[in-house]
């Protein structure tokens, strides 16, 4: 039995590289699956063609710069941001709350949700706890029923 066209380094050199085309339609020319052609590609080391790789805005999977993460928190795409994480990411609220302080938080500043809703992010929701320990005493004294639910916020006149 003949060798199949596609492993000969030469024909499919040409097909791929001279006659520019696409994996694809080698494979059907060749009654083959994209896979079948695509592993003899790279057995002969030949460059892989392709889209430049798109970002931001430009990608197709784009999402405006926002998601929702599994705990329930909007992240808001912010390089640069001190609080960023995951390629530039940062929680809705602590961006909320800068804004209105007109400064970045300190790292011990935890930004608390009145009505428990993480994705209400409206400045009359937030309240700022000045550490992570003033914040978890909190909600441990709420458990407890020891103290009543907060039902103001604190941006405007905090710090």
């Not at 405006?64 to 990411?89: T, V, W």
């Not at 929680?91 to 993480?118: C, Y």
């Not at 009359?124 to 003033?134: G, M, V």
């Amino acid at each position: 039995m003949p060798q199949p066209l596609y492993q000969s380094r030469d024909w499919l050199e040409r097909k791929y590289i001279v006659e520019n085309m696409f994996i694809n339609d080698i494979a059907r020319l060749c009654n083959v699956s994209h896979a079948c052609i695509l592993k003899w590609i790279k057995r002969f080391g030949f460059p892989r063609k392709g889209q430049p790789i798109r970002s931001g805005s430009a990608n197709p999977h784009w999402k405006s710069g926002r998601y929702i993460s599994s705990q329930g928190y909007r992240y808001i795409l912010s390089k640069g941001h001190p609080r960023a994480i995951n390629g530039g990411y940062v929680p809705e609220h602590i961006l909320v709350a800068e804004k209105i302080l007109g400064r970045f938080l300190f790292p011990s500043e935890t930004v608390h949700h009145l009505d428990s809703n993480k994705l209400n992010n409206v400045p009359s929701n937030l309240y700022i706890f000045p550490t992570k320990q003033a914040h978890d005493t909190y909600h441990r004294l709420l458990r407890w029923k020891k103290i009543e639910r907060l039902s103001y916020s604190n941006l405007s006149t905090y710090g």
